[in-house]
């Protein structure tokens, strides 16, 4: 509990690229979240380098990163928004934390396995103990809740198992986290194969809708996404890509499947799907305005970096040193 508030911790990779699917089914209720949540959100840079990265592109991601959460309506004010490497003690963690956590754990791991598929050339330590540094994000900052896409499941359920260890040998040292998985209802699909969740990291750019893509190239998508062959629109099992289309327009428009049904009554899928990349297009520009203005001025992003890190710091030190008196450590004062 911070300020009678439950803690939710979420890491975000330094991307930059996210998609409307993200922005419709989490981003866009980040601010509802910081009402009932003490909401920590962490730009997870040292998680990044797992994998080979350009340094000058790790560097704008960053920056871009923090300025599309912004721009999608994060307050800054009301969050505590930073940067992973700005705060030592979630490294510090990770390292008492590895030696609480099983070679067999981690080499279970499934994205352990897909990634050293992926970058066979390069299965560093870094990446086996990924999900470790992931555990010491969370419990740094005694968590309750954890947000995070199925994918990410299994490693809070590891991080779980961590905090229970480590609790067992010394008690109360950790709350134990809940994931949060997003309800399925809010999925929203590819545009090429609408039975596959939307991912911003499809290799066929006309699946995905990105929050920065320019108006031009929203339309585009939406006129190219694979529908049927029946002509009305409507909402029915079977018709993935036109249902999926429904759910994108009734989510920016707030309407209902059969409000839908009848607006688009006799008329045919190429007006409707103008329609749904229009209010798309739409509802993004003044997203896209603001990321401009924030990249635009580094000096605010950075203080915004700064004062989430003093905050961030603050807690995370509180855990960091009650877990190395536990261990035994001298502490000096
Ligand atoms: N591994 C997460 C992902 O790839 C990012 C992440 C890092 C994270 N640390 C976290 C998510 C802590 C939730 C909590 O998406």
Redesign the pocket.
Known sequence: MIQDKKVS?????PSGNLSIGNYLGAIRNFSAFSEQYKCFY?V?DA?AITVRQVPADLRRRTYETLSLYMACGLDPEKNTLYVQSHVPAHAELAWALNCFTMFGELSRMTQFKDKSAKHSDNINAGLFTYPV??AA??LLYQTDV?P??ID?KQ??ELCRDIATRFNNVFPDTFTIPEPIIPKTGMKIMSLVEPTKKMSKSDENTNAVVYILDDRDTIIRKFKRAVTDSDTCVRYAEGKDGINNLMNIYATFTGKTHEEIEREFDGKGYGEFKLAVGEVCADAMQPVQQKFAAYMSDKAYLESVMKKGAEEASYYARKTLSKVHKKLGFVSLR
């Open positions: 911790f979420s890491g975000v990779q962490c997870v998680h540094l992931m994000d969370i954890v995070v896409g990410q490693h809070v």
